[in-house]
């Protein structure tokens, strides 16, 4: 844990930055395993960050000669006594568990899950004994300040949203109702957020050697926010979003994005924006490829 001496004081000068990986560059190494059939083993390299002052990028090559495609294990072997030589080493075996996530490799796949992590926070939040319910948030609902409620600790509250928030990473079915109790807007600069992770993930791949060969598509049930990233006219109603505007339009116009029409009942991002009824709900989840590994076949 470092100091990322970008605070403010009063506001959250005591926090500290913990340089950590973005969750969707694990998304993306874990599909490219899964495709490619890559192994995924397991090394905790201990005090790494504490072995020099860090003044630019370090990136690790493998040895020379090593070649994952021969001799896999051999060369697994070759390369943690490689790294052995300058870290303190601990081999932890095929990728099972890591930062508070389930690693389940078959066949069909990998699958990730945060099943501890669950039990864990009903446990702390005395729920454990608690009924499933059938969508995280109802239809038509409306939040509204309950006078006669007791006053929350703000602390407690915040701790256990951010807590929600992670456990999004794999329950994504669960992102609007988080999005709710958060101070968030669900909605709000959807499509710009969505183009922002659709270039990172582009450069991340074009990194790994794996360069998109034509543009990469965002789906949009609003018909009248695609006619505003293609019009070249600015209007009244769009100045509040004008740089947003151009700096997505200037993606379609260089073929890194498109832009894709796509109706309302097909667009699996609606559970992770609106309540939607049980039928589409369950619906989603069986596209986005979401199960319970622990269900009876």
Same mark, same amino acid.
């Given at each position: ?32 395993a ?23 990028e370090v ?34 075996g ?6 508070? !996530? ?7 796949? /990998?699958? &990730? +899950?945060?099943? #501890?992590?669950?039990?864990? @926070?009903?446990?702390e939040t ?46 994504p ?60 006219v ?13 700096? !997505? ?7 890194? /994005?498109? &832009? +894709?029409?796509? #109706?309302?009942?097909?667009? @699996? ?29």
């Amino acid at each position: 844990m470092v100091k990322g001496y970008t605070q403010r004081y009063e506001i959250d000068y005591q926090k500290t930055f913990a340089p950590v990986a973005k969750i969707n560059t694990i998304r993306v190494l874990l599909s490219l395993a899964a495709n490619l059939d890559w192994p995924l083993h397991q090394f905790d390299v201990k005090n790494a960050f504490l072995h020099g002052d860090l003044e630019e990028e370090v990136y690790m090559d493998l040895p020379p000669g090593c070649n994952f495609a021969r001799d896999r294990e051999n060369q697994k072997l070759k390369l943690q006594k490689y790294l052995s030589q300058e870290f303190k080493m601990k081999d932890l075996g095929d990728l099972k568990y890591f930062l508070g !996530i389930e690693v389940t490799r078959s066949t069909n796949g /990998i699958f &990730l +899950s945060q099943r #501890k992590y669950v039990l864990d @926070l009903l446990t702390e939040t005395r729920m454990l004994g608690c009924k499933p319910a059938n969508t995280p948030i109802e239809m038509n609902h409306k939040l509204c300040e309950d006078m006669d409620q007791e006053p929350t600790n703000k602390e407690q509250y915040q701790r256990l949203v951010g807590r929600l928030i992670y456990l999004a990473h794999t329950r994504p079915d669960i992102a609007y109702a988080v999005s709710m109790v958060s101070h968030a807007e669900a909605e709000y600069r959807g499509m710009v957020h969505g183009v922002c992770e659709l270039l990172w993930i582009r450069r991340l791949l074009t990194e790994l050697g794996f360069k998109p060969r034509k543009p990469m598509e965002l789906y949009c049930d609003n018909k009248s926010a695609i006619d505003i990233a293609h019009n070249p006219v600015q209007h009244d109603r769009t100045k509040h979003v004008e740089v947003d505007r151009h700096f !997505i339009k200037e993606k379609i116009e260089k073929k890194i /994005i498109c &832009l +894709s029409f796509i #109706k309302s009942e097909d667009q @699996l991002a609606n559970i992770l924006t609106k309540a939607v009824c049980s039928r589409v709900f369950h619906d989603s989840l069986t596209k986005l490829g979401i199960g319970d590994v622990y269900a009876p076949t």
